[in-house]
């Protein structure tokens, strides 16, 4: 069984600027980047192969943009993942979910 490689809760999922959850998860596992309510609903999953990730250009906040199955979702980030370490990180939980996106594409490309 593959271990998580990133895994973000308290997670506001915004389509098309209106709010999926105010409370979401951000998932990476196995290849694939699930988006969850709070109660664990699925809002979407693909392969991580499939969904572009960035940084939104003009946006205030730990946010970054992921598009799913052609959905462009806005997701802002808490300070905090459970995936990251309990001290405090130079580096906010967009920019490690985006290095998870990056380093997942990485393990599944050299199939």
């Given at each position: 069984?593959?271990?998580?490689?990133?895994?973000?809760?308290?997670?506001?999922?915004?389509?098309?600027?209106?709010?999926?959850?105010?409370?979401?998860?951000?998932?990476i596992?196995?290849?694939?980047?699930?988006?969850?309510?709070?109660?664990?609903?699925?809002?979407?999953?693909?392969?991580?192969?499939?969904?572009?990730?960035?940084?939104?250009?003009?946006?205030?906040?730990d946010?970054?943009?992921?598009?799913?199955?052609?959905?462009?979702?806005?997701?802002?980030l808490?300070?905090?993942?459970?995936?990251?370490?309990?001290?405090?990180?130079?580096?906010?939980?967009?920019?490690?979910?985006?290095?998870?996106?990056?380093?997942?594409?990485?393990?599944?490309?050299?199939?």
């Amino acid at each position: 069984m593959a271990e998580t490689e990133f895994d973000a809760r308290g997670v506001r999922i915004e389509k098309n600027l209106r709010s999926v959850t105010r409370a979401g998860q951000v998932l990476i596992k196995d290849g694939r980047l699930e988006l969850l309510t709070s109660n664990g609903r699925e809002i979407d999953s693909a392969p991580v192969q499939s969904v572009r990730a960035g940084r939104p250009w003009f946006t205030d906040g730990d946010q970054a943009r992921a598009t799913v199955n052609g959905t462009r979702y806005r997701l802002t980030l808490a300070e905090q993942d459970a995936a990251a370490p309990a001290a405090p990180s130079e580096r906010g939980a967009a920019s490690r979910f985006l290095d998870a996106i990056r380093s997942a594409r990485g393990r599944t490309g050299k199939d």
